[in-house]
């Protein structure tokens, strides 16, 4: 329940990346040794992941912001399905328990309803490492053959440049037999947090961040101790919450290169940004229409189109958002329209046009992104906005309510 029309002052902290620290928990799969992860966020998502690691035998120990996991009592290949069904990061385990085990069994994966987000990827590149996968009744059974059951490196070319499909095969040749290049691989931030935690665990790896990734396997990998990145999308976040009520607020820490096409926008939109380090103090007066095409990284993110999108809504002129990435990711318009906003619909596109205010409403969160979309948009309208939906919210946003009300704002969970 979120009471509008109020600015925020002061500092947001933003919390370790979810979408990193999901796929850096899988590679504890990897190793036999103790594996320490600083800076994770305490999130349903992460808690998910943790229950996925120990039905497999790994052991997990969860302090104030770390996560420590032992894989030496590794034994399952196979993780339950009611486990998996809810957490779209849990197909991650399939490369290291395969690189690990010589053998994987995992249900097809659920997580958000935003779209289609196929594993061809994944499964042309485990093929062509060696192993040999077949997918029957919902679940992909995965074998490496032979004696000694390890993969082995191999080319792979990646149709489209899929950051989990990227992570899952960087894994699985860590410890395969000779060399393995990925080309078109993803250029998210979190697969170069990725090949930072192998590299700390001993693997091999080079050109993370760029279209080409190689790999040299290495016979075993060992434990590790290391930080996950600020979450980029929880920064970009708390920067539209304070353009949306135009505001004055520091946030941080960023790591600004993640944000680029973000900064760039939020520049366009009419906001002044001042950088200092690792933190952005952003100040926003009035807000003019920009246009918005989602992209792979470096582009535009997918995951900040539905918060934006709140922004423009109050912006003067007509913006132009294009969600390029899912193809269901604009179920957040017809709970804007309920606010007042004036969006028109075309295919994947969204013709926004600025009102002077939004009005509080009762609305709903289709999805993660959405339902933060909903509470900022709930900041600037006038009178309350109640938003369903939170089990959505806080699988990828830590206190959010509890970091808003710090600064200013007033929001209270029923």
Not at 334 to 358: P, W, Y
Request: glycine fraction near 12%.
């Amino acid at each position: 329940e979120i009471a509008g029309g109020r600015r925020l002052a002061g500092e947001l902290r933003v919390s370790g990346a979810k979408n990193s620290a999901l796929v850096l928990m899988a590679a504890s799969l990897l190793t036999e040794d103790p594996l320490r992860l600083r800076n994770v966020p305490p999130l349903t998502d992460i808690q998910g992941m943790a229950e996925i690691l120990t039905s497999l035998g790994v052991s997990v120990r969860r302090g104030s912001d770390s996560l420590e996991m032992n894989g030496s009592g590794l034994s399952h290949s196979a993780p339950p399905y009611e486990l998996v069904n809810s957490l779209r990061a849990s197909f991650f385990c399939i490369g290291p328990l395969l690189a690990r085990l010589g053998i994987a069994r995992v249900p097809l994966p659920g997580g958000c309803q935003i779209g289609t987000r196929p594993v061809v990827e994944h499964v042309k590149g485990l093929k062509a490492l060696g192993a040999q996968v077949t997918i029957e009744h919902g679940v992909v059974s995965a074998v490496v053959p032979g004696r000694g059951h390890r993969l082995t490196g191999g080319r792979i070319h990646l149709d489209c440049p899929s950051v989990g499909a990227t992570e899952t095969l960087m894994m699985a040749a860590a410890l395969a037999d000779g060399e393995t290049v990925i080309e078109n691989a993803a250029l998210e931030p979190e697969v170069v947090d990725l090949a930072g935690l192998l590299l700390a665990m001993g693997a091999k790896v080079r050109g993370a961040g760029t279209p080409t990734i190689t790999i040299v396997g290495v016979q075993r990998l060992h434990g590790a101790d290391y930080a996950v990145i600020p979450d980029r999308i929880e920064a970009g976040t708390f920067l539209l919450a304070a353009a949306i009520t135009r505001s004055c607020l520091t946030v941080a820490p960023v790591i600004t290169e993640h944000l680029g096409a973000v900064l760039t926008k939020l520049e366009e939109a009419g906001c002044k940004l001042e950088i200092d380090g690792t933190s952005v103090t952003i100040s926003a007066d009035q807000i003019s229409a920009v246009d918005l095409r989602t992209q792979p990284f470096p582009g535009f993110p997918t995951d900040l189109q539905a918060p934006f999108m709140s922004l423009l809504a109050t912006a003067s002129g007509t913006s132009v958002v294009t969600e390029n990435i899912f193809e269901n990711r604009l179920q957040h318009v017809a709970e804007l329209q309920r606010m007042g906003a004036a969006i028109r619909m075309q295919g994947n596109t969204a013709f926004v046009e600025g009102v002077s205010r939004l009005s509080g409403a009762p609305v709903q969160g289709s999805d993660l992104r959405a339902s933060a979309a909903m509470v900022l948009a709930g900041l600037a309208a006038d009178g309350i906005t109640t938003v369903q939906g939170l089990e959505f919210l806080d699988r990828g946003y830590a206190d959010f309510e509890g970091k808003l009300n710090a600064v200013g704002a007033s929001i209270r969970r029923v």
